[in-house]
T-cell receptor
Framework: ETGVTQTPRHLVMGMTNKKSLKCEQH?????MYWYKQSAKKPLELMFVYSLEERVENNSVPSRFSPECPNSSHLFLHLHTLQPEDSALYLC????????????FGSGTQLSVL | GESVGLHLPTLSVQEGDNSIINCAYS??????FIWYKQESGKGPQFIIDIRSNMDKRQGQRVTVLLNKTVKHLSLQIAATQPGDSAVYFCAEKMAGTYKYIFGTGTRLKVLA
């Protein structure tokens, strides 16, 4: 158990669906992140939140909408996704934004049909 | 451009032998490096890290070596065990930034 919990573990959705990914960290950290992991590609940073404020949006399409209601919870709202968005979406947290050690959740494996 | 790469996509090692996983980086301004292990169906798990003012750091059965002259990072696993089978990837980071640059990963297979 890494202290970062993601739900659901698996998600299949059509291109017209709306769904949300949830992340919760139990580590008392102040920063949370969304990463995308595609097959045979390096981890890609999507968003960074520091104390519920978004501090980084790494050129992510608007069909991905993050939400951070408090420092322990992070959501990724999905709408009108494309098949190429199918990937493992990983949530991570760190003590502070930009701190060196990231703690990852187990991810949500997303398939867009 | 900035990149972190791995020399071998798959490494097969006999159980009990030592493993060496290599990583090349191109950003000389990076001052922090980290190795993660990712097992099937799980998220990346921290293994060991090293700052640029060091050239070697040891943990439990693992050692990270940093050669800044040739921009090379390696992870050594002593007495490799079946539980070490996973994908290993390195990452680099510059101080004051949020973004890690991750490698694509090397799959380690431990043969019984």
């Amino acid at each position: 158990e890494t202290g970062v919990t993601q739900t659901p573990r698996h998600l299949v959705m059509g291109m017209t669906n709306k769904k949300s990914l949830k992340c919760e960290q139990h580590l008392g950290h102040n920063a949370m992140y969304w990463y995308k992991q595609s097959a045979k590609k390096p981890l890609e940073l999507m968003f960074v939140y520091s104390l519920e404020e978004r501090v980084e949006n790494n050129s992510v399409p608007s069909r991905f909408s993050p939400e951070c209601p408090n420092s322990s919870h992070l959501f990724l709202h999905l709408h009108t996704l494309q098949p190429e968005d199918s990937a493992l979406y990983l949530c991570a947290s760190s003590q502070e934004a930009g701190a060196e050690k990231l703690f990852f959740g187990s991810g949500t494996q997303l398939s867009v049909l | 451009g900035e990149s972190v790469g791995l020399h071998l996509p798959t490494l097969s090692v006999q159980e009990g032998d030592n493993s060496i996983i290599n990583c090349a980086y191109s950003n000389s301004a990076s001052d922090y490096f980290i190795w993660y292990k990712q097992e099937s169906g799980k998220g990346p798990q921290f293994i060991i890290d090293i700052r640029s003012n060091m050239d070697k750091r040891q943990g439990q059965r693992v050692t990270v070596l940093l050669n800044k002259t040739v921009k090379h990072l390696s992870l050594q696993i002593a007495a490799t065990q079946p539980g070490d089978s996973a994908v290993y990837f390195c990452a680099e980071k510059m101080a004051g930034t949020y973004k890690y640059i991750f490698g694509t990963g090397t799959r380690l297979k431990v043969l019984a």
